[in-house]
């Protein structure tokens, strides 16, 4: 089984930036695709940003692009978010799956982290 651990979220202010990471374990990584999702409380969990498996394929959900940068580093085997320009829609716990097929649906994503809370007040 493959086991994720996200890090790096916490409390910031309108505008600042953070930078989310996920450590992939249990299974061979470098041909695995890369999502991540975000969920609040009370809402569905939601598309942010995938990640092919050499990294050169990148996808993000439309309130995202321009400010979340998705990348890989395959050698650390880590996933990484970069979230500039936050705003309080971002806040929200994420999460990073991993999967046989890339896309913007939960469905094909079997390997779940258990989440990291990024909060953005005003």
């Known amino acids: 089984q493959v086991q994720l651990a996200e890090s790096g979220g916490k409390l910031v202010q309108v505008g600042e930036s953070l930078r989310l990471s996920c450590v992939a374990s249990?299974?061979?990584?470098?041909?695995?695709?890369m999502g991540w999702f975000r969920q609040a409380p009370g809402k569905d969990r939601t598309f942010v940003a995938a990640?092919?498996?050499?990294?050169?394929?990148?996808y993000y959900a439309d309130s995202v692009k321009g400010r979340f940068t998705v990348s890989r580093d395959n050698a650390k085997n880590t996933v990484y978010l970069q979230m500039n320009s936050l705003k309080p829609e971002d806040t929200a716990v994420y999460y990073c799956?991993?999967?046989?097929?890339?896309?913007?649906?939960?469905?094909?994503?079997?390997?779940w982290g258990q989440g990291t809370q990024v909060t953005v007040s005003s």
């Open positions: 799956a991993a999967g046989l097929i890339i896309g913007d649906k939960l469905a094909p994503y079997d390997y």
């Open positions: 249990g299974r061979t990584f470098t041909k695995s695709p």
């Open positions: 990640i092919s498996w050499s990294g050169g394929s990148t």
